[in-house]
């Protein structure tokens, strides 16, 4: 193989593959571009202050016999187009289980759903990211199909091991078997290696093949109106035989591959990497900040946030906080709290000890939430994802839906307020509550966060004085619409999180171009809270979210509160902070 610093298409190839599938992969790539430049219609985007992301099913809002894509868009449009101007489509193909995350073709729409169409419609609105689910596809698919019919086309998609072969190495994010057995048309068996489950097969990328039948897959959604590709799992595409086949080097080639290929088309497109998996790891997919994926999720937040509720202490979540640098200005987080699937706990791992570990596990089981677990190398099982709707997590259930609604808002403005891009999950925009019938009628944990919602239900719950969902929705709109109107909360300005008091978790964001700033303050206890505005800052200042004055230095935010105060700034004192915290933005940013 060659050994030096690729740059190119080619030279990416020549890393990944022998020389003559190298060859034959360059020259369908080719094709691939040719075909594919003919039917996008590639317009420049880059992301700004006004950039927020929902995260939904395509059935999430139902009222038959709409086509749910259809009602999910006349919802949105209704209730939040101004506020949001991006969705998240989580998988809305033929799928056979998880979901949507065991996709049978990806290329339909599930009719279930509705249909091409409808989807278009959509993007009409909204940008869209469409979830790439490319490192396993459903046993049902016609690939895996073809495969066990003996189809040469398809020889080689999947991983067809020896049980004998030692794959303790292998790092597992489940505590289901490694391999699961299939027949083929001869009734021969084979051990086919399935990181998630027995209905997700993974995909071989040693196959170069396969990445052409991928590649033609994105294309493809960007063809369909994709501005944002979300990387389902990624960390675990690339496998070898004797390694933890974890972010292997190979992974973060074909990941760059990807990228470079696709912006051949549009430039514009956005790559999102989805690694649950411990902070470090996670920040790897940047690359070197212009060459890998241009959002990385921001895993560690959620425990974070949750942790600094229960234990009214923020000081873990701040010491993190100020970790967090970035290779380049072309790059930033996916900043959520709660999505689709549960909490995941080993991004904190590291951070948080073992005592923390439990109080969250116990958290969750207080409101009726659940624990999932993955396998260790010495055949023991640790706890990997709370299963638990986010509000419940941060509430017990004796305490009435004021505390709720507080305590939930205010882990949803740190995640606004946190530099990079806001991912919305529907359910904590209306402050969803546990789906226990949901777990009940499935078996499946995630299912606790994962509930459907009847329109018209919704739409008289959100018209009900004093609801729950009246009460987060309202509040969070008020948010939404204050920050996509500030420069200060661009995703690539430069970003200082303070200490002012240990109640506090403070952030300030600013915008060169405009010098435009903001304190983001943030009281994680039920009391009132005294103190200090940095000595940076000038006052009068204004406070946006209650449309305050500030005059003095001396502030009060009330128990679990929110100020985010617009304000000017003695620039030379707050170089100093940014020193002093051995922040790197304004050496990298300032001159944008």
Avoid at 22 to 38: D, M
Avoid at 172 to 186: N, V, W
Wanted: glycine fraction near 4%; include cysteine.
């Amino acid at each position: 193989m060659i050994q030096y610093e690729p740059h190119s298409i080619k030279e990416r190839l020549d890393l990944l593959y022998e020389p003559e599938d190298a060859k034959t992969a360059y020259e369908g790539i080719r094709h691939l571009i040719n075909e594919y430049r003919g039917k996008v219609d590639s317009k420049p985007y880059h992301l700004s202050e006004k950039d927020a992301i929902l995260i939904t099913y395509a059935d999430q809002v139902q009222n038959p016999p709409e086509p749910p894509l259809k009602e999910l868009n006349d919802f949105l449009v209704s209730h939040i187009d101004g506020q949001i101007n991006s969705v998240h489509l989580l998988p809305f193909y033929p799928f056979s289980s998880d979901d949507g995350f065991s996709v049978v073709d990806y290329k339909a729409v599930d009719p279930h759903f509705g249909s091409w169409g409808e989807v278009v419609q959509l993007r009409t609105h909204f940008r869209l990211m469409f979830d790439a689910v490319i490192n396993h596809v459903s046993q049902f698919s016609n690939w895996f199909t073809k495969y066990l019919e003996g189809d040469p086309d398809y020889a080689d998609f999947f991983i067809d091991v020896d049980p004998s072969v030692d794959l303790s190495q292998v790092v597992r994010p489940r505590a289901s078997p490694l391999l699961h057995e299939f027949e083929d048309a001869q009734g021969r068996v084979h051990y086919i290696w399935t990181t998630f489950s027995r209905d997700q097969v993974d995909l071989n990328y040693a196959n170069y093949k396969v990445l052409l039948a991928v590649l033609d897959a994105l294309f493809f959604y960007i063809e369909k109106g994709a501005t944002l590709l979300r990387l389902d799992a990624i960390a675990f595409v690339w496998k070898k035989i004797g390694t933890p086949s974890v972010h292997l080097p190979e992974t973060h080639e074909l990941i760059q591959l990807m990228r470079e290929v696709l912006h051949k088309v549009a430039p514009e497109v956005i790559i999102i990497t989805e690694t649950n998996v411990p902070h470090k790891e996670n920040v790897s997919y940047f690359g070197s900040g212009d060459d890998e994926a241009q959002m990385v999720y921001n895993f560690a937040l959620p425990p974070l946030l949750a942790h600094s509720v229960l234990t009214a202490d923020p000081s873990k979540m701040l010491e993190w906080a100020n970790t967090l640098h970035l290779p380049s200005d072309k790059v930033c987080f996916f900043n959520f709290t709660a999505s689709h699937d549960g909490v995941g706990l080993r991004p904190v791992s590291g951070i948080l000890d073992d005592e923390e570990f439990a109080a969250l596990e116990a958290a969750a089981k207080r409101s009726g939430g659940l624990v999932s677990y993955r396998s260790n190398p010495d055949g023991t099982k640790s706890p990997y994802e709370l299963n638990c709707s986010y509000i419940d997590l941060l509430t017990p259930p004796e305490d009435d839906d004021t505390l709720r609604s507080k305590r939930m808002l205010l882990t949803q403005a740190v995640a606004l307020a946190m530099p990079g891009v806001p991912g919305i999950y529907f359910h904590s925009l209306f402050g969803s509550r546990n789906y226990l019938e949901g777990v009940k009628m499935t078996g499946i944990n995630r299912s606790i966060n994962r509930e459907k919602f009847n329109a018209n239900w919704l739409e008289s719950r959100l018209m009900e004085e004093g609801s729950l969902e009246r009460m987060v929705f309202m509040a969070y709109k008020r948010l939404l619409s204050i920050r996509i109107n500030e420069s200060a909360f661009n995703p690539f300005g430069p970003f200082l999180f303070l200490d002012l008091h240990p109640s506090l978790f403070c952030i300030h964001r600013e915008s060169k171009m405009l010098d435009s700033h903001i304190l983001a303050l943030n009281n994680f206890s039920a009391d009132a809270v005294h103190f200090t505005l940095p000595d940076y800052l000038n006052v009068p200042a204004s406070e946006c979210i209650g449309n305050t004055r500030i005059t003095q230095r001396e502030v009060t935010i009330d128990g679990y509160g929110v100020m985010w105060i617009i304000c000017s700034v003695d620039s030379d004192k707050l170089t100093q902070c940014y020193n002093k915290a051995l922040r790197a933005p304004l050496k990298t940013i300032q001159d944008l």
